[in-house]
């Protein structure tokens, strides 16, 4: 941590030479606002769960009293007299029933902790996500920059031979203007890259919240090349048997449906709660009591009480009875929100697998039919950017897990 923080400094001292997608995690990871408001809201959760477990146990509480008359009193018609009363009194309280609020409560508790758990682990794996693919943003820009500017040199080169051919006589001068022109286009092409690749080194210097990145150090094809042979092999009966694999693996740790099926148990809670309040509520209570007036010497020790109170609801019931239909709506609710999420979840991984097996063929033919580098990098980063969703969907941070589905 003490050495981040030291690399984080001169970053914003002096800026970076060259900045690996390891580093990047490690400074998006200890500097995202997001990430870190989710992680204080985690450890909030944490406390409130605590909160839940105590008030199962009894609670007690200590009161005391000091009363001065501004005139002498009679004590109870005899002679003695005074003007100041001292009074302490002990109290012990445990819930016995209230309609299984308590445990309820404390059950709701611990699944908002959890939910918590799980919106912070979303956050970071977006967090991730979002570092990676703006980072193979910046360096596919990069290539395209590459690209555009090798085609202007080009388009310049044929404009010069066209030059001289026209001046000898042997171009039409509308053939010349075409060649001006497709120099022209080359220019506004070169001057969009540019602008393209500027945006996204920006962007990714502003998500970093560091003052400069200079250059990004590049990723090297070699370390994917075993996944990628096993990716160009794969026939459509294959692809769905890894989409299987990763759907299974996705709705049973995707965060979004883990928050989802933890809202529905929540909502089911919150409906037993509400029928609850028909119930009624069982109390047990200790109590004692001491007293003294200024003219005695000692506290009066008074006997302790013990007592069991009772309550149960009577009017109004309307109230009751609405908050248990709103119960069952929230739950009806939560369980379409479940549906919806498990329907959208599959979807983007069936995308997300098809992008990635198709931008890995794509690479091969590449490598196979154009000797054109930038072009094969183009694809290798829009093929890094899909395994990066796909990690995100599948709610890991663990490549090897997928890497061993793909093999």
């Not at 193979?136 to 031979?161: D, P, R």
């Not at 309040?277 to 007293?291: D, G, H, R």
């Not at 091969?364 to 580098?373: G, L, N, P």
């Amino acid at each position: 941590m003490k050495q981040l923080i030291i690399a984080i400094l001169l970053i914003l001292v002096f800026g970076l030479d060259a900045l690996n997608l390891q580093e990047a995690k490690d400074i998006a990871l200890n500097s995202n606002p997001d990430l870190l408001a989710a992680q204080e809201a985690n450890k909030a959760s944490k406390n409130s769960l605590w909160e839940a477990y105590l008030s199962i146990i009894p609670t007690a509480s200590l009161s005391g009293g000091y009363t001065r008359y501004d005139e002498e009193q009679i004590f109870q018609n005899t002679t003695n007299k005074y003007d100041v009363f001292y009074n302490y009194q002990f109290v012990v309280n445990q819930p016995i029933f209230n309609g299984g609020k308590v445990w309820l409560g404390a059950a709701m508790a611990k699944d908002t902790n959890k939910i918590s758990n799980e919106s912070y682990l979303s956050t970071r794996l977006k967090t991730i996500s979002s570092l990676e693919q703006k980072y193979y943003a910046v360096l596919k820009n990069q290539a395209l920059l590459e690209i555009a500017q090798k085609n202007l040199q080009t388009s310049k080169t044929n404009t010069e031979i066209a030059k001289v051919k026209f001046e000898a006589g042997s171009l039409s001068k509308a053939g010349y203007l075409q060649l001006q022109a497709e120099q022209a286009n080359k220019e506004v092409s070169l001057i969009q890259m540019e602008m393209l690749y500027q945006t996204s080194l920006l962007d990714l210097t502003n998500f970093l919240g560091i003052d400069k990145i200079d250059k990004l150090e590049e990723i090297s094809r070699t370390d994917f090349q075993a996944e990628l042979e096993n990716l160009k092999k794969i026939d459509t009966i294959r692809i769905e048997h890894i989409v299987d694999e990763i759907m299974n693996i996705g709705l049973n740790q995707n965060p979004t449906m883990q928050i989802s099926r933890l809202s529905m148990q929540t909502s089911d809670k919150l409906l037993w709660m509400a029928g609850g309040n028909f119930l009624p509520s069982i109390n047990l209570q200790y109590s004692k009591s001491w007293m003294k007036y200024d003219f005695e010497n000692e506290y009066d020790d008074n006997v302790g009480q013990l007592g069991l109170n009772v309550s149960i609801p009577i009017f109004p019931l309307v109230d009751k009875g609405l908050e248990v239909a709103k119960a069952r709506h929230n739950l009806k609710q939560a369980k379409y929100n479940l549906d919806s999420a498990e329907n959208g979840i599959e979807l983007a991984i069936k995308s997300s697998v098809l992008n990635m097996v198709s931008t890995a063929k794509t690479i091969h033919s590449e490598i196979m039919y154009t000797s054109a580098q930038n072009q094969v990098a183009i694809s290798f980063y829009d093929y890094l950017s899909a395994k990066s969703s796909l990690l995100q969907l599948m709610g890991t941070e663990d490549v090897e897990q997928l890497n061993k589905i793909i093999k």
